[in-house]
């Protein structure tokens, strides 16, 4: 549902034309809503075309086809087989491109036992081990709140597309298939767990804000009730924060010394930087810490995200006029180039918006 249209975005933010082949339901996007409104929708499909096409129905089928020499790339996330069954395999879309980049999106991938089974992101968050490292010790398995398996695979999807396309415009090479599995992006992200199990027989244990990494690392309760974020990942930091919490001479004790000991001690370690952080508001504990170059942060709502100077200054939010509600606070373009910076050009389309692309019939 969403490593498709993530994936399009990012290219569609930096120049492509990308044209959206919804069926006449439209996408399923258009039916998540908030207060009545396809918001998702409206942020994901900036700088794109829709046209409206049955796959169903064989005269639909060719006018895909016929897009198809236009076309550089070609994005599907059907379930594994789906494109075949329609007649529109690898094959056929090679014969009429052969420089086409086919990028499939599935749960599973498009081979292995499991290639056949729905796989939306939900299903590999928990799979991948990811739930289950997720959360605290005493709680069950947490899955996240956001498609974030689906995000990642778009993110990935968007680079491997232009590796492949690279092949094609640098090296003069032929089109070719992307695999895009939504488990496989989601496990490279989770760090060396299978490498770890490997090697100590030690698997991930949920742990809440901490890491098993290094320490300190924690969400901590500030005096007026809002929270603050800590981490010493480096030992010059975690020394830093001993010093800033006015607790200096544990950078000496055995206990703290050095990252390893800290982890065996993170309870007594996070009740000393909790008891600090408790004795003071948040802007106080930002501004000490702030001016002992210690790594801390607040845990922002959404409301005071985009109130935010940084956030204002870069103008990571931007309003993107829209017909129908005025303007939609979005996203702007990432990652930020200096010589070719992509942009938002155009606000969602409407379901068949952009008909006159297909050929007549």
Same mark, same amino acid.
């Given at each position: 549902?969403?490593?498709?249209?993530?994936?399009?975005?990012?290219?569609?933010?930096?120049?492509?034309?990308?044209?959206?082949?919804?069926?006449?339901?439209?996408?399923?996007?258009?039916?998540?809503?908030?207060?009545?409104?396809?918001?998702?929708?409206?942020?994901?499909?900036?700088?794109?075309?829709?046209?409206?096409?049955?796959?169903?129905?064989?005269?639909?089928?060719?006018?895909?086809?016929?897009?198809?020499?236009?076309?550089?790339?070609?994005?599907?996330?059907?379930?594994?087989?789906?494109?075949?069954?329609?007649?529109?395999?690898?094959?056929?879309?090679?014969?009429?491109?052969?420089?086409?980049?086919?990028?499939?999106?599935?749960?599973?991938?498009?081979?292995?036992?499991?290639?056949?089974?729905?796989?939306?992101?939900?299903?590999?968050?928990?799979?991948?081990?990811? +739930?289950?490292?997720?959360? #605290? %010790?005493?709680?069950?398995?947490? =899955?996240? &709140?956001?498609?974030?398996? !689906?995000?990642?695979? @778009?993110?990935?999807?968007?680079?491997?597309?232009?590796?492949?396309?690279?092949?094609?415009?640098?090296?003069?090479?032929?089109?070719?298939?992307?695999?895009?599995?939504?488990?496989?992006?989601?496990?490279?992200?989770?760090?060396?767990?299978?490498?770890?199990?490997?090697?100590?027989?030690?698997?991930?244990?949920?742990?809440?804000?901490?890491?098993?990494?290094?320490?300190?690392?924690?969400?901590?309760?500030?005096?007026?009730?809002?929270?603050?974020?800590?981490?010493?990942?480096?030992?010059?930091?975690?020394?830093?924060?001993?010093?800033?919490?006015?607790?200096?001479?544990? +950078?000496?004790?055995?206990? #703290? %010394?050095?990252?390893?000991?800290? =982890?065996? &001690?993170?309870?007594?370690? !996070?009740?000393?930087? @909790?008891?600090?952080?408790?004795?003071?508001?948040?802007?106080?504990?930002?501004?000490?810490?702030?001016?002992?170059?210690?790594?801390?942060?607040?845990?922002?709502?959404?409301?005071?995200?985009?109130?935010?100077?940084?956030?204002?200054?870069?103008?990571?939010?931007?309003?993107?006029?829209?017909?129908?509600?005025?303007?939609?606070?979005?996203?702007?373009?990432?990652?930020?180039?200096?010589?070719?910076?992509?942009?938002?050009?155009?606000?969602?389309?409407?379901?068949?918006?952009?008909?006159?692309?297909?050929?007549?019939?």
């Amino acid at each position: 549902l969403m490593a498709g249209n993530m994936l399009t975005l990012q290219l569609a933010d930096f120049g492509a034309e990308v044209i959206k082949v919804e069926s006449p339901k439209g996408d399923t996007l258009r039916d998540w809503k908030n207060g009545g409104k396809s918001l998702w929708w409206k942020v994901y499909a900036r700088n794109k075309k829709s046209v409206c096409l049955d796959l169903k129905q064989a005269a639909d089928r060719e006018k895909l086809l016929a897009l198809v020499p236009t076309a550089q790339v070609l994005v599907e996330s059907f379930k594994t087989g789906a494109m075949e069954g329609f007649g529109l395999g690898a094959d056929v879309l090679h014969a009429a491109n052969p420089a086409l980049v086919i990028v499939r999106i599935s749960g599973w991938g498009q081979t292995g036992p499991y290639a056949q089974r729905p796989g939306f992101g939900t299903l590999v968050e928990a799979f991948s081990g990811f +739930a289950e490292k997720n959360g #605290f %010790a005493d709680k069950p398995p947490a =899955l996240p &709140n956001l498609g974030l398996a !689906d995000m990642i695979a @778009g993110l990935s999807g968007a680079f491997a597309t232009l590796a492949a396309l690279r092949e094609v415009e640098v090296r003069g090479g032929k089109g070719q298939v992307v695999d895009l599995s939504l488990l496989e992006p989601m496990i490279g992200v989770l760090g060396p767990d299978a490498a770890i199990f490997q090697h100590t027989g030690h698997r991930p244990q949920r742990m809440g804000n901490r890491v098993e990494s290094a320490a300190p690392r924690n969400a901590y309760l500030c005096g007026d009730g809002k929270w603050l974020v800590l981490s010493g990942s480096t030992q010059r930091m975690a020394e830093k924060i001993l010093a800033a919490v006015g607790a200096p001479e544990l +950078a000496r004790d055995a206990r #703290f %010394a050095t990252n390893a000991a800290r =982890l065996e &001690n993170v309870d007594e370690l !996070d009740r000393v930087i @909790g008891d600090f952080v408790r004795s003071r508001p948040l802007a106080e504990n930002l501004a000490h810490f702030a001016a002992c170059q210690v790594t801390a942060g607040p845990i922002l709502t959404v409301d005071e995200l985009v109130r935010d100077p940084h956030v204002k200054a870069r103008e990571t939010l931007v309003d993107v006029t829209d017909a129908e509600l005025g303007s939609i606070l979005m996203h702007n373009v990432f990652p930020r180039l200096s010589g070719t910076p992509g942009r938002i050009r155009t606000p969602s389309p409407t379901i068949g918006e952009h008909q006159n692309l297909l050929p007549k019939s």
